[in-house]
C-alpha cells in the first residue's frame, strides 16, 4: 500500500484528464449525494464566518477572521436537542465551539496547532475560570493610567524578516516599553495584558491581512504592488489598548453585574485544549469518547496562517525557523508544505490511504493538475502537491474522528469548495465520499443560499462560476 501510495505521488499521469472528465464525474457524485443536499435557508455567510462573532461580547476580543460564529454553533445544537455529552473540534481555531457549547452544560475539548489561536482560547478561560477582583482592578489601571508611559525599561519585541519595519518608530518604542512593565504584574494579569496586546497589533502597525497574506501600507516604505495601498488611520498604542482593555472590562461586568466576572448561575461544561497538530493528537485519543465533533479545517485555499498570522506569531516569541517548522506541521493547504509520510506517522492510515487512491474524482483532479504542471499552465507548481496533500490528510482525519466518536455520534464540518486551473473542487462531496468508506453515513450537506465566485483571474479564463460554502452533518455508523 505504501509503495502504491508514493509511487501515485511522483508518477505523472498516464494520459491527459480533461475537464470534461471532471465534470462528468462531478455529476455522477452529485447524482449520489442529490437527498442529501439541502440548501438551508436559515445559514448564512455572515454565521458561517467570523463576521457574526464581531459585535458578540467576549467573542469579538480578538478577530480571528477564519472562526465561524457561535451562533452557528448555537444553531446546530439547538436544531439537534443536543444538551449533553462531550464534543471535540480538532481544529479549534479561537475556541468558539468550544465556548459555544461549554455555555450549554457540554464538556469540550479542542486541538489546536497555531499559538496565536491557542492564545485567544487559554487567556478567555483565564478571564472566565480564573480571575479575581483583584486582577479586574489591575487591568482597570492599565486601562486608564497606560504605566508603560511611565517605565524606564524595555523589553525588545521579537522580529522575524517578513515583520521587520512593521510599526512606526514611535509605535515599536510603545510596545516594548509596554511589554517590560506588564512583567511587574501577576502572571495572569500578565496573560491578559499579553493577549490585550496581540488584539491590536495590525490595528497599530502598517499592515493589514488581506486574504493569503499581509498587505502592507506605503507609509511603511516597503513596495508592494503597482498601486499604493492606504490602509486608513494608524492607531497610537495607547488608544489602542485602552480601547481594548476597557472591552474586555465591559464584557466582563456585562456577563455578570454582580462580580464582574462569567456566569455561575448554571454549571458551564469543561474546555480542555490540547496544543498540537491534529494529525499527532487525534491518535493519542481514546476510542468512542465524543458524543459530538464540530469543527473547520483549514480550506484547500492556498491561505497561509503563518504570513497573516506573522505580527503575532513573533510577539509570542518565534523565530523564523519556529514559523517554518509551524508551516510545515500544519494541515496542507499552503504551496509550500511538503508531502508528509503518513504512513510512518500511523501505519493505522492504510486504509484512509486507500480511501483517497479510491476516489475517482479525486484521482481525475489530481491527474489533470499534475498535466497542467506538465504543460507549464499552473500560476505555481506547489498546487498538485497541496491539494493532494490536503485531501490524503484530511482522510486520515476523518478516520481518526470516527474512531474516537460513540456510535450514532454527530459529526459538523464547515468547508469551502475551490478550484485551481479551471476545475471546481468538489471538497464537500470527495469528503463525503470518503467518510462513507470511513465510518460515516453522510445525513445531509446543507448549502448556504449564497455561493462563492471564483477569484477574478480564474473568472477571466474560465468564466464565473459559483463555488458552494456548506456545512457537512455526517453521523457515525
Not at 485544549?273 to 469518547?289: E, K, Q, Y
Amino acid at each position: 500500500m505504501l509503495e502504491l501510495f508514493e509511487a501515485r505521488q511522483i508518477s505523472p499521469p498516464s494520459q491527459e484528464s480533461t475537464l470534461d472528465e471532471i465534470d462528468h464525474l462531478d455529476s455522477e457524485l452529485f447524482l449520489h449525494f442529490s437527498d442529501k443536499f439541502k440548501v438551508q435557508t436559515s445559514l448564512t455567510r455572515t454565521m458561517v464566518s467570523f463576521q457574526a462573532n464581531k459585535t458578540k461580547p467576549v467573542y469579538r476580543w480578538y478577530k480571528y477572521k477564519e472562526a465561524f460564529s457561535a451562533s452557528l454553533v448555537e444553531h446546530f445544537i439547538n436544531m439537534y436537542n443536543i444538551t449533553r455529552g462531550k464534543l471535540l473540534d480538532p481544529f479549534a481555531g479561537s475556541g468558539t465551539a468550544l465556548f459555544a457549547v461549554s455555555a450549554a452544560g457540554i464538556d469540550a475539548a479542542g486541538i489546536e496547532l497555531l499559538p496565536v489561536a491557542q492564545q485567544v482560547i487559554s487567556t478567555r478561560i483565564c478571564l472566565e475560570r480564573e480571575f479575581t477582583a483583584k486582577d479586574v482592578a489591575a487591568l482597570s489601571r492599565w486601562a486608564t493610567m497606560c504605566p508603560w508611559e511611565q517605565s524606564d525599561t524595555r523589553e525588545i519585541l521579537s522580529q522575524v524578516p517578513i515583520t521587520y519595519g512593521a510599526y512606526p518608530a514611535q509605535t515599536l518604542d510603545a510596545i516594548e516599553h509596554y511589554l517590560a512593565a506588564s512583567k511587574q504584574e501577576t502572571e495572569l494579569v500578565q496573560s491578559v495584558l499579553l493577549f490585550a496586546l496581540m488584539c491590536v497589533l495590525e490595528s497599530v502597525s502598517f499592515t493589514r491581512k488581506d486574504g493569503q497574506y499581509l498587505r502592507w501600507d506605503h507609509r511603511s516604505g516597503r513596495r508592494q504592488g503597482a498601486k499604493p495601498f492606504n490602509k486608513g488611520r494608524i492607531l497610537h498604542l495607547r488608544q489602542a489598548i485602552s480601547s481594548k482593555l476597557n472591552e474586555i472590562l465591559l464584557d466582563l461586568h456585562n456577563v455578570n453585574n454582580d462580580l464582574g466576572l462569567f456566569p455561575t448561575v448554571h454549571n458551564p461544561g469543561s474546555i480542555r485544549l490540547i496544543g498540537g497538530s491534529c494529525l499527532d493528537i487525534l491518535p493519542t485519543l481514546p476510542n468512542g469518547d465524543y458524543d459530538i465533533i464540530f469543527t473547520s479545517p483549514p480550506y484547500c485555499n492556498r491561505y497561509d496562517y503563518t504570513r497573516t498570522y506573522a505580527l503575532e506569531l513573533a510577539l509570542l516569541g518565534m523565530n523564523e525557523q519556529d514559523i517554518i517548522r509551524l508551516r510545515q506541521q500544519m494541515l496542507s493547504a499552503t504551496v509550500e508544505n511538503r508531502a508528509k509520510d503518513l504512513i510512518q506517522t500511523n501505519e493505522q492510515w492504510a486504509i484512509a490511504l486507500e480511501a483517497a487512491d479510491k476516489q475517482q474524482l479525486l484521482q481525475t483532479i489530481l491527474a489533470y493538475l499534475e498535466d497542467q504542471k506538465l504543460k507549464g499552465k499552473l500560476n505555481n507548481n506547489g498546487i498538485p502537491r497541496m491539494v493532494r496533500g490536503y485531501f490524503y490528510e484530511m482522510a486520515c482525519v476523518i478516520t481518526e474522528c470516527s474512531r474516537v466518536m460513540k456510535p450514532d455520534a454527530l459529526l459538523f464540518m464547515v468547508n469551502d469548495n475551490v478550484r485551481y486551473a479551471g476545475a471546481s473542487i468538489s471538497v464537500d462531496m470527495i469528503l463525503s465520499h470518503i467518510a462513507e468508506s470511513l465510518g460515516f453515513d453522510v445525513e445531509n450537506i446543507l448549502v448556504l443560499p449564497n455561493g462563492k465566485g471564483n477569484s477574478s483571474q480564474q473568472m477571466g479564463k474560465h468564466g464565473r462560476d459559483e463555488l458552494r460554502k456548506c456545512v457537512y452533518v455526517w453521523r457515525k455508523k
